[in-house]
Each structure stands twice: as C-alpha cells, then as structure tokens.
C-alpha cells in the first residue's frame, strides 16, 4: 500500500481591514507553509476557478511586484475544492483539498482541518 502525499494540514482565510485577503495554509506540525495576499478582485476571481497573481510569502521571503506566485481554487466533478499555490518560477508550493464544508469553515476565518500536500518545502 503506497503512502498518500496528502499529510494533515490547516488554513485560514482572513480578510483584512485594507480589504485585502489573507490565505494562510500549514503543514501537519501546524507550521505555516506561506501566507498569500489577494486584492479583493483577485479573491473573488480565484474562488470562481481562475488563476490569479498573488503576493506569496514563505520563509521571509515576499514574492510581489512583478514577481507574484499564483493562486488557483478549482473544483472537481465530486465538490472537492483544490487550492494550488505556485511560485514565480512556475514551481508548486502547495496543494490544500477542502471538502465544500471545510471551504465554508475558511472562508468565514475559522481555522479549519484540512490535507495538504507540500512541494516545495524551503527554497533552497
């Protein structure tokens, strides 16, 4: 039996006072893998299946300004939510699954259980 590449994970979605969205996904030692800053356009773009240019942090280090990463929330034929995050240089940072309840939970700010899949684990 092979191991899955999900792991447990967490995420938030917060939605800041400058209007701005935060996405904040975390690996299974509760460790945050990136923080992901969407202009509202771009949120309710991304949460209607469209790729959008986002503000990537990880590690310190911020990806913005002409060097944005993007983000990606598709849904598959049986409601599952993919939110995929991907670096400037087309590199896959993260996966997150939600069921459309956990979308629902993150959506309203709760930090809500979630499986995550990591690619990129430092960028080095």
Known sequence: MSESKYK????????CTNNTFIIE?????G?????????????ALAISGKQVKADITI?????ENGNEG????????????YLEVTLPNNRELCQCVLTPEELAF???GTHTNISVREYVTSLD
């Open 8 to 15: 447990p994970g967490a995420i938030i979605i917060s939605k």
């Open 25 to 29: 996904p975390e690996n299974e030692s």
């Open 31 to 43: 460790d945050k893998i990136c923080s992901i800053i969407l202009t509202p356009t771009n949120y």
């Open 59 to 63: 590690d310190g280090v911020v990806f």
């Open 70 to 81: 993007a983000l990606a929330i598709s849904k598959s034929t049986d409601h599952i939510f």
């Open 106 to 108: 993150a959506i309203s």
